[in-house]
């Protein structure tokens, strides 16, 4: 609770970094050396959301459910009222089954193009294969596979969907690619290193973040 009273001190809205762990979480003992001999733990659920909405009642909150999903997670997260998280780099599965593509949301989510665990949407596309760009332009209804305008596109189509809100990072705004990534997951160096450069934040750009905000009622 002290933690959070801090961070309302400092931010307009709470992102519960992985929720799913108040559904349950892997338990390790501290002794070993690997996650390998934990086991699921059952989480404090919905009375510890219960207790947070009591005492922060007017702090919006955000639920990062990324990663193993069950059933008893999306009840949980539907039963708090959070909305949860859709990532567009997640999202373009050649199958066209993921639950990340625009058309799927409700508006109870947070849409984002990647998270500080991913690339910047510009080198993702470079980086992805074949089949996933020639399934992003056919679901974006644009004839090129040009990386950068694949990245253009992508950031109108979250903009344009449902979502209650759209968050893209600031490296994408820019068009950057390898060298502006955030974060490695899995790596303890070399991380969090990244700073936009002076002028970067230009009129232009403001202009261009105004333009596309408003032209979908962002």
């Keep these: 609770m002290r933690r959070i009273e801090n961070a309302e001190k400092l931010y307009d809205a709470v992102r ?3 929720f799913r762990a108040l ?18 733990v059952k989480g404090p659920g919905i009375g510890f959301v219960n207790a947070i909405k009591i005492r922060f009642p007017n702090l919006p909150f955000i639920a990062e459910d990324l990663g193993l999903l069950t059933e008893a997670v999306h009840e949980l997260r539907k039963a ?9 780099e997640f999202a373009f599965d050649p199958s066209g089954k993921s639950d990340y593509l625009p058309h799927n949301y409700d508006k109870n989510c947070v ?8 690339a910047p949407l510009l080198f993702y596309l470079e980086q992805t294969s074949e089949a996933e760009r020639a399934f992003i332009a056919k679901y974006l209804g644009i004839k ?4 950068k305008q694949l990245a253009e596109a ?11 809100l ?39 750009l403001a202009a261009r973040i105004r333009e596309l905000t408003e032209l979908y009622g962002r």
């Design 166 to 204: 759209f968050i893209a990072q600031m490296q994408d705004w820019l068009n950057l690619s390898e060298g502006s990534r955030i974060n490695m997951p899995g790596t303890s160096e070399g991380n969090w290193q990244w700073r936009m450069k002076k002028g970067e934040a230009s009129e232009k």
């Design 80 to 88: 708090s009222g959070y909305p949860g998280m859709k990532v567009l």
């Design 111 to 118: 849409c984002y193009t990647g998270t500080h665990d991913n």
């Design 23 to 40: 559904e349950s979480y892997w338990a390790v003992p501290a002794s070993d050396d690997t996650a390998r001999n934990g086991h699921w």
């Design 144 to 147: 090129t596979k040009n990386a």
């Design 154 to 164: 992508i950031l109108r189509v979250g903009l344009a969907s449902t979502a209650n």
């Design 16 to 18: 519960i970094d992985h």
